[in-house]
């Protein structure tokens, strides 16, 4: 079974940065894409970034362009999240999760990480 464990949240004034990690247990093939989701007291869910395993192709949602940047480490199964510029709308519960590539919706989901930045 996939297990995927968030880690890097805390609390940043605005324009700091943080690193989020997300490792990655149980996946035995590139055939996977890793996001990086988000949801805010009283906000619907929202999808941040993602990666293919396969090729490393990027998506990221536009109000992050820019100040975010996804990687991963395929040899020790772990996707990175870099958060440069962060302001207080991007504090949330941050999770990671893995789906199949070429599918909608994610299958597994790693426990949130808190991210608070202060104005």
């Known amino acids: 079974d996939v297990q995927l464990q968030a880690s890097g949240g805390g609390l940043v004034q605005a324009g700091g940065s943080l690193r989020l990690s997300c490792a990655a247990s149980?996946?035995?093939?590139?055939?996977?894409?890793i996001g990086w989701l988000r949801q805010a007291p009283g906000k619907e869910r929202e999808g941040v970034a993602c990666i293919g395993l396969i090729d490393n192709s990027t998506y990221y949602v536009d109000s992050v362009k820019g100040r975010f940047t996804i990687s991963s480490d395929n040899a020790k199964n772990t996707v990175h999240l870099q958060m440069n510029g962060l302001k207080p709308e991007d504090t949330a519960t941050y999770y990671c999760a893995a789906k199949w590539r070429g599918t909608s919706n994610y299958n597994y989901w790693g426990p949130g990480t808190q991210v608070t930045v202060s104005s």
């Open positions: 149980g996946i035995t093939s590139d055939d996977y894409v």
